[in-house]
């Protein structure tokens, strides 16, 4: 009968849940020695993401000053004809700029041509003080910027009715401090409560010294034509260009020499200038975080797999192929990796997330940098517990043993 040896037994298979627990053996025995290598990748990572997220916090906040700057703003405005006077925007501009593809949002105003503002009716005619009336639309605020300093803006049952919000200029000179029903000022002869005054608006200085009521109830009281005099119009910081060429050809068809466009704000390029040089600081920080997050990865995992050279020699002398050595190491360095790795995102996302928060900046995070942090701790964790692993594996199991 033949018998049976050692020699002639095939080494056992190992399959992925045995891989699994094979790589937590070392964590579950060596918890302190476990966290503290966890602990090294996670500070790895976490100064990676938290330099990385600080810079975009950084950069968004500065983003969104110069967009309070008007940098997507542009306005359209009627010119002069070829004889010198004074041309008009079509009834339809406002709707025709509004079709334009890159637009995000559009109002207008529509100066009221002798419609003076006074406090009472017992001011002479000719003080004007300056103040002029305007038919304005209901979304202005939000193209505009423009905000209340007190009361509401009108609103579309508001804007058919005798209600008035004052610019700060305005509401200065006539003397109202406050918006009240029984408030009321002089536009055009008619008299109009006050339901709001603005704050200065410094994208649309002209507000400032404006009476403005509803689009309707400027046609219906004061004998407004219904033509604007002041387009305004928001798009994408890219498309600022490819929207200006269009303007005058889309306000006006017949006569787009007749029409004033503005020029794209000095703030625009400010921001893309700041975006060019944020984009370059981020992506040289990122590469130098992760350069120094990987060297400390790779250290830890070096050094907690040779530390167990003597463990690996008596898993050899018991009969553990060199496959199976390397499997368990691979394994181990891999489930502290992404351990260490997950911790150190979460950890520099906590750190990110409060700092904003003390600057006031809107927290950003980007996702390619967990994402690549994530990664790139693995990929450095197997190469640093494959490197050790496959040295020790190639070695006979007396040697390993004898390995102080």
Do not use: C
């Not at 993401?49 to 906040?61: E, H, K, L, Y």
């Not at 002798?114 to 017992?122: I, L």
């Not at 004061?222 to 798009?235: C, E, I, K, N």
Request: positive net charge.
């Amino acid at each position: 009968m033949k018998g049976t040896s050692a020699e002639e037994i095939p080494p056992a298979g190992l399959r992925p849940g045995d891989v699994v627990r094979g790589g937590a053996v070392g964590l579950r025995t060596r918890p302190l020695r476990a966290v503290l290598s966890a602990l090294g990748i996670a500070i790895g990572i976490a100064a990676m993401v938290a330099v990385v997220g600080i810079s975009s916090s950084s950069r968004a906040d500065l983003d969104r000053t110069l967009a309070s700057l008007g940098t997507n703003l542009l306005t359209v405005s009627p010119g002069r004809t070829m004889s010198g006077g004074e041309a008009k925007l079509p009834a339809r501009a406002e709707s025709m700029v509004a079709r334009i593809g890159p637009v995000t949002s559009v109002s207008a105003i529509g100066q009221v041509p002798d419609a003076h503002v006074y406090r009472t009716d017992r001011i002479p005619e000719a003080e004007t003080g300056g103040l002029a009336a305007y038919a304005v639309r209901t979304g202005l605020p939000a193209t505009t910027g423009a905000r209340l300093r007190t009361g509401t803006w009108l609103n579309a049952a508001t804007a058919r009715y005798p209600a008035v919000v004052l610019g700060a200029t305005a509401a200065e000179r006539l003397g109202v401090g406050r918006a009240a029903p029984e408030v009321r000022v002089l536009v055009g002869g008619a008299w109009f409560t006050v339901v709001g005054i603005l704050e200065p608006a410094p994208l649309a200085p002209e507000l400032d010294t404006g009476a403005l009521v509803g689009w309707r109830a400027a046609k219906d009281r004061l004998g407004f034509d219904g033509r604007a005099t002041t387009v305004y119009m928001r798009s994408a910081d890219a498309a600022v260009e490819e929207v200006q060429s269009v303007l005058g050809a889309t306000a006006n068809p017949a006569a787009p020499n007749e029409v004033e466009v503005s020029r794209p704000s000095d703030a625009l390029a400010a921001k893309r200038a700041a975006g060019e040089a944020f984009t370059r600081l981020l992506l040289g920080v990122g590469a130098v975080a992760l350069l120094v997050g990987g060297v400390g990865v790779a250290n830890t995992m070096v050094i907690s797999v040779l530390e167990r050279r003597a463990e690996i020699g008596l898993r050899r002398a018991l009969g553990a192929t060199r496959g199976h050595i390397r499997t368990q190491f691979l394994a181990e360095s891999l489930l502290l990796s992404a351990l260490g790795g997950a911790a150190g995102a979460l950890l520099g996302a906590g750190v990110t997330a409060s700092y904003a928060a003390s600057q006031s900046w809107p927290p950003v995070i980007p996702a390619w940098t967990l994402a690549g942090g994530l990664a790139a701790t693995l990929t450095v964790g197997a190469l640093a517990g494959l490197y050790p692993a496959l040295h020790a594996s190639r070695l006979s199991p007396t040697t390993a043993l004898a390995t102080p």
